[in-house]
């Protein structure tokens, strides 16, 4: 599968902004979808999952703030983020894995499918 994230931005705190994910084929019974996020200087790191179940999944730092929803008709994926801080500040990716295995679903080597990226910079 092909993965292409759009979405990304300037913003300033506080504010909100909606990332996309469009999947190139059917998804929604056979993947879980995520978002990672990889900051300067820093790892790329887990940010929110979907599995095929339909169940959501966030790190501890995005939870209440960030929601993780997807559109099985249309193979898209979302994260619609809000209250957004300078730490939020990123370039986010989307994944897909088949495997779909709780205890890894965090895991960046969990996932073989990779979107290019989109860039979330916020301003304080």
């Known amino acids: 599968v092909q993965l292409q994230a759009s979405g990304g931005g300037v913003v300033q705190t506080g504010d909100s902004l909606r990332l996309s994910c469009a999947a190139s084929e059917r998804t929604g019974s056979r993947y879980t979808m995520a978002w990672f996020r990889q900051g300067p200087g820093k790892e790329r790191e887990f940010v929110a999952a979907v599995r095929w179940t339909g169940t959501t999944h966030y790190a501890d730092s995005v939870k209440g703030r960030f929601t993780i929803s997807k559109d099985n008709a249309k193979n898209m994926v979302y994260l619609q983020m809000s209250s957004l801080s300078p730490e939020d500040t990123a370039v986010y990716y989307c994944?897909?894995?088949?495997?779909?295995?709780?205890?890894?679903?965090?895991?960046?080597?969990?996932?073989?499918?990779w979107g290019q990226g989109t860039l979330v910079t916020v301003s304080s």
């Open positions: 994944a897909a894995t088949q495997t779909g295995i709780l205890s890894t679903l965090r895991d960046v080597a969990a996932y073989a499918y």
